[in-house]
């Protein structure tokens, strides 16, 4: 969902980076977890403020300048179970990460490595070993997504 840029302000606030679609959508969950090299830990979201490009916010247990830049580099993680169900035809992109990647003629394009935004759609980072592919997440060249069969169905060719 984010990750700590570093400590805002002298009584304890974080510098959060959001990676969502809404900045401060961050600021509907009452537990944040955040952590690094798989170690977690849940911490109580007290209160928030928009700043450019930012968000500050201050967490229960986190009291001065020093404990927030201790969290710089965290990531910001909500519990699956908070997040509300997509609506039909919406994914997160936590769960197109991995799929495989096949085309209309069946060829396989590789796997989903990550995504990114341009403004005008979302794209669509397709590993394939040494190649990487850019596709637009656009309902013209995404035709199918199965999360189930953990696949993707693309009208994309080899030679794009």
Known sequence: MGHVSGAFGLRGWVHVVADTEFDDS???????????????????????????????????????????FSLKGCQVAIPRSAMPLPDDGEYYW?????????????????????????????VLVVKDGEIERLLPFVGHVVLKVDLPSRTMTVDWGLDY
């Not at 916010?57 to 020093?66: F, Q, T, W, Y």
């Open 94 to 122: 936590a769960d197109l990460v991995g799929l495989a990647v096949v085309n209309v003629a069946g060829e396989a394009l590789g796997v989903v490595d990550k995504l990114f935004e341009t403004g005008a759609n979302d």
């Open 26 to 68: 961050l600021f509907d969950y009452d537990t944040w977890w955040l952590g690094r090299d798989g170690q977690w830990r849940a911490y109580a979201f007290k209160e928030g403020q928009l700043q450019p490009k930012k968000l500050g916010a201050k967490l229960e247990g986190v009291d001065d300048r020093d404990a927030a």
